[in-house]
C-alpha cells in the first residue's frame, strides 16, 4: 500500500531561471525560497531574430544549453563566473548587474546579438543545506509512520 512513496526525493535542489531583454539596464535579482544560491549552470545572450520576430529560435524564456547561436552572443561577456562567485553564490539572495560585463564593441560579435530586444539569461540552482535536507527527512519519516499508523488503525 505505501510502496509508493519514497525518501528519495526530498528537494535538495531547485531551479532559478532569470531572463532580462539587455535594453534595462538594472540588476538581476536572484533569490531562494529555499536554501542559498549554488553554482552558475547557464547564461547567455539569445540574439533578436526579425524574421521570425522574436528572440531566436527558442522563444522569449530560453533558458538552457547555448547553441552555436548563443555562443556566438555570449562571447562578449567577461568575468561572469568571478562576479557571480563573489555576490551570489552561498547566499539566500543577491543583484547581480551582467550589464557591466558585455563588451558590444567586439568585432566578432554581430549587431544582431545587441537589438532591444535580444536577451540575457541566466541559470543557476538553489541548494538546501544538509541540516535543513535532515529536517525534511525526519518530517517525511513523521508524516510516513503517521500514515502508516492510521492505516493500521482504520483497517482493524
Aim: proline share 2%; glycine share 6%.
Amino acid at each position: 500500500m505505501f510502496g509508493s512513496l519514497t525518501l528519495g526525493n526530498l528537494h535538495s535542489k531547485s531551479k532559478i531561471c532569470l531572463t532580462q531583454f539587455l535594453s534595462l539596464d538594472k540588476p538581476l535579482n536572484l533569490k531562494c525560497k529555499s536554501g542559498v544560491i549554488d553554482d552558475l549552470e547557464y547564461f547567455g545572450i539569445v540574439p533578436y531574430d526579425q524574421n521570425q520576430n522574436k528572440s531566436s529560435s527558442f522563444g522569449n524564456d530560453f533558458c538552457g544549453k547555448r547553441d552555436e547561436k548563443i555562443n556566438e552572443c555570449s562571447q562578449s561577456i567577461n568575468g561572469l563566473y568571478e562576479l557571480y562567485n563573489q555576490q551570489c553564490k552561498g547566499k539566500k539572495q543577491c543583484s547581480i548587474n551582467f550589464n557591466s560585463l558585455i563588451d558590444s564593441n567586439l568585432n566578432v560579435t554581430p549587431k544582431k546579438c545587441f537589438n532591444k530586444f535580444s536577451y540575457f539569461y541566466l541559470q543557476s540552482e538553489c541548494t538546501l543545506s544538509h541540516d535543513t535536507m535532515m529536517q525534511n527527512k525526519n518530517l517525511s519519516l513523521i508524516i510516513l509512520f503517521i500514515g502508516m499508523l492510521m492505516a493500521t488503525i482504520y483497517s482493524i
